[in-house]
Nanobody, 122 residues
Framework: QVQLVESGGGLVQPGGSLRLSCAAS????????IGWFRQAPGKEREGVSC????????VYTESVKGRFTISRDNAKKSVYLQMNSLKPEDTAVYYC???????????????WGQGTQVTVSS
């Protein structure tokens, strides 16, 4: 059974940090680029970051550059999103998803996790 499971979300104060994990089961992660997306209430799902199959290419949306870092460990079948200097506007449900390459369009991704809530508030 193909499955992606996100974890690591929670409530954090502005300026704080969280590390999200995306764990794959039922398939090999090696063949996929992995994207992180987020969706805030009343807003469209937006791409946050993506990492290529080898990990050699990473992309970030402008609003998180310098604050978020994406990484992967194919042996552990996991992808991570380190989020530092969090802001209230980062509040959203965060999802990971698979694709053969790093596309900015959610519709081009195949498998999705169930999401993990990130809330940045004092």
């Amino acid at each position: 059974q193909v499955q992606l499971v996100e974890s690591g979300g929670g409530l954090v104060q502005p300026g704080g940090s969280l590390r999200l994990s995306c764990a794959a089961s039922g398939f090999s992660l090696d063949y996929y680029a992995i994207g992180w997306f987020r969706q805030a209430p009343g807003k469209e799902r937006e791409g946050v970051s993506c990492i290529s199959r080898s990990g050699g290419v990473t992309v970030y949306t402008e609003s998180v550059k310098g604050r978020f870092t994406i990484s992967r460990d194919n042996a552990k079948k996991s992808v991570y999103l380190q989020m530092n200097s969090l802001k209230p506007e980062d509040t959203a449900v965060y999802y990971c998803a698979t694709n053969t390459w790093c596309s900015r369009y959610p519709g081009q991704y195949d498998y999705w996790g169930q999401g993990t809530q990130v809330t940045v508030s004092s």
